[in-house]
Structure formats: C-alpha cells, structure tokens
C-alpha cells in the first residue's frame, strides 16, 4: 500500500544526512560531554558544532542556544523559567487562545498559582491585532509568550511588530516557534524575540530533540535542577545523538530553505485549489495567503474530521484532525472555537501539513480519492440528509 505523509507538522522522516551523523555517536564517537577524556571531548565538540548550526538556522549566538527533549519542554521552561525569575516584579503575563497545549497548559498551572492571564484576542483568520498588545500590558506584566503561526490553522502571526512593543516595555517576549522554524526564514534579532522554541522534527530532525533560544541578558530560572548542562538552565545528560541530529537537520534548513519554500508553496496551492474546486459544502480556515507554506486546513460540512482521517488512512494517507474523540463525546479544537468557528462546521476539520517528500502525484492522489470519500460520509450522515430535504422545493399544487 501506497504511503503518504501529509501530516509533517507532526512527524517527518529523518534526512540521510541527519541520520548519517546520528549514528556516529550511537557507536564509535559515542561518549558523555561532561567527561574530561577523549570521548568527552568528541562529544563535546559535537554539542558545541550543533549549537552553533541552530543559532546560525535563526540569527542568534551558539552561547544563547539551550537544547531541550523537545518543543514542548521548551514552551514550559520559557514560560515558567520567566514567571518564577521575575516574580517579584508580578506575575502578570499576556498569551492568546490558539497557543499549542505545551503554551496553554502551563500558563493554567501559574494561574493556580496566582498568575493572572490577559487574553489577546484573534480575527476569523487567527491573526493577532499588535495594537491590542499595548491596550493589555500593565505594570506587573512579566512576559508575553504567542505562537508565530498554530500547527492547526497556519496563520503566520505579526511577530515583529509585538516584538517591537515587548522591546519599547521592556518585557520578556517569548514565541513559540516549533511550525515555523526551519521552515520559513526567521531572524530573531528581526523579530524582537527574547525567547524562541524549536523543535528538530519540524525540519526533519529526530523527534525528541528541541531547542530554546534565550536571548543574552534574559533572566530565567531552569525548570530541571542538579547539574552544570546548557548553563545552568537545563540539568541532565545530553541526548549527543538527538542533538547532532538537530544541528545537522538545522544546517539542511538553512541552506535549502528557500528552496524547500518554494516547493511548499506550489503543493500546497494545488491542494487547496483542488480542495476548493472538487469539494462543495467546505471552506479553508486561518489566512488565505498569510500561512505556512504547504499548509492546507480546512471544515468539509457535514461530516467528522476524524471519519475523513481514518477513512484516508486506509489509503495510506496521514492526515490530522482538529476535533477528537474522547470519552465518547466529539470536542472541537479550542483554536478552531477561538476564531469563531460553528462548532457544528468545526468537527469536520481537517489539517494537512506537506513536507518536501511530498510531490504533485501525491495531491494528485488526495484530491482523487478524497471526494468519494467525503461523498460516502456524507451520505451516511443524518444531518446531511435532514439539510437536503430542507434545500429541495415544496412540490406545486395541482389546479
């Protein structure tokens, strides 16, 4: 069976380059980098090369580059790292409602904690208003932590004007970067960011290795304590492999991403031109044009999302839906809820995320299996049927 991955956000296949490297230090150049021998050394030296890769992928210093397990890990050590090393100035701090749960989450946590949190509200489209922003900051904000496009919707977010306003405030500003980093060019110093998290799997990396970028001067607190790694900031032995890995997938990015952009975009325009002509009863979600590239999200009427990913799946088609099954009940993706979506049009979302393994046959493929399928729910769909007869004319009366 044919194997298709339009759900990169979630899981791209390592380069050759990348794991190619990877494997060195799972076997001869294998060694802990805090040991002062000959494979402490190699060891080190690779960390330090990796640093360096990743700083050059998004316009940093190595020195400013703190690796994590993963994106996650490094949305909760921005965030609580922040609120516990400047809680005496408050505990104010300013996010928005389409934030990953790795954002959302810990923010819930430090509001049990007496933090309070003011909510930047967003358009039909997922975009910010950068003049809310300042209409929000009080005297004890401590930090605004936004997302610079959601893995569900793709909007691309005004970073660099909050930036600006974070920079004027004087005020920590972290952005969670891990859909759009490697993937469209991105310059921290541009952008007005203090704290930026990555993820190596976006850009064909490992899985489980991620980044945090701290701007120099930043005063944060770590999250894991008891021992010297990354500054102080991130105790533990390192993941050599998972990093190497890393900085080799954040060199590749580097080099190819415009590129890799290009080929993107043309994807992604034809699925969702195809989408659009092939498919009634649907309409695209996030910005038409300000949106990652190969980024195609969407409601088809009607019908569950889940459904449409399971029945592609049979195919040998990844995709992802914004609205999941738990505990017997369908819940509706609180990003889809924050734009305004219908929550009756939101269960049927649908997220697809290409990657440069992807090709023109491939959406081909999609686009000609798709229909049948969204035709063959809907007709098993009670609403569906109940919305037809309501569309159908009364017949006349006979004179």
């Known amino acids: 069976m044919m194997k298709i991955n339009f759900d990169h956000l979630s899981y791209a296949a390592i380069l050759p ?73 408050g505990k104010h701090i300013i996010s928005s409602p389409i934030e990953h749960l790795s954002v959302l989450h810990p923010l819930k946590s430090l509001e049990r904690e007496g933090c309070e949190i003011s909510w930047l509200s967003v358009d039909e489209q997922g975009l910010f208003d950068p003049d809310e922003v300042p209409r929000l900051i009080r ?23 909050i930036g600006k306003i974070a920079k004027e405030r004087d005020i920590p500003f972290h952005v969670d970067g891990v859909a759009a980093v490697g993937v469209i060019p991105i310059n921290v110093g541009e952008l007005g960011v203090d704290l930026l998290s990555i993820s190596a799997n976006t850009f064909y990396g490992p899985l489980g290795s991620g980044a ?9 607190y770590p999250l894991i304590e008891g021992g ?53 009863e649907m309409f695209i979600t996030g910005h038409p044009t300000l949106r990652l590239p190969g980024h195609v999200s969407f409601c088809v009427k009607f019908v569950e999302g889940e459904a449409l990913s399971i029945h592609l799946n049979f195919l040998g088609i990844a995709t992802t ?21 219908d929550p009756l049009w939101a269960q049927g979302s649908l997220v697809c995320s290409l990657g440069i393994d992807n090709t023109m046959e491939q959406v081909d493929f999609f686009l000609a299996h798709f229909p049948p399928i969204v035709e063959k729910l809907r007709q098993l769909s009670p609403l569906f049927t109940k919305y037809h007869l309501k569309q159908k004319p009364a017949p006349s009366t006979p004179t």
């Open 228 to 280: 010297v790694q990354e500054n102080g900031l991130r105790a533990g032995t390192h993941n050599v492999p998972g990093i190497v890995g890393l900085g080799v997938a954040a060199q590749l990015a580097n080099e190819e991403q415009m590129a890799r952009q290009a080929l993107l975009s043309k994807l992604g325009e034809k699925l969702r031109a195809g989408l659009l002509d092939k498919i009634p």
């Open 17 to 89: 380059q990348v794991r190619e490297a990877m494997l060195l230090f799972l076997g001869e150049e294998a060694g802990n980098p805090l040991s002062q021998h000959v494979f402490g050394e190699r060891a080190r030296c690779a960390i330090e090369k990796a640093r360096l890769q990743v700083a050059n992928l998004i316009g940093a210093n190595a020195e400013e580059i703190i690796f994590t397990s993963c994106g996650s890990e490094a949305n909760n050590l921005a965030i609580k790292g922040i609120a516990q090393a400047h809680q005496k100035k």
């Open 139 to 161: 005297r004890d904000t401590i930090l605004i932590s936004l997302t610079m496009a959601s893995n569900e919707i793709g909007t691309l977010e005004p970073i660099a004007q």
């Open 321 to 341: 839906s914004g609205s999941t099954c738990s505990s017997q009940a369908l819940k509706v993706s609180h990003v889809l809820k924050a734009i305004g979506i």
């Open 212 to 220: 945090l970028y701290v701007r120099h001067g930043t005063k944060i």
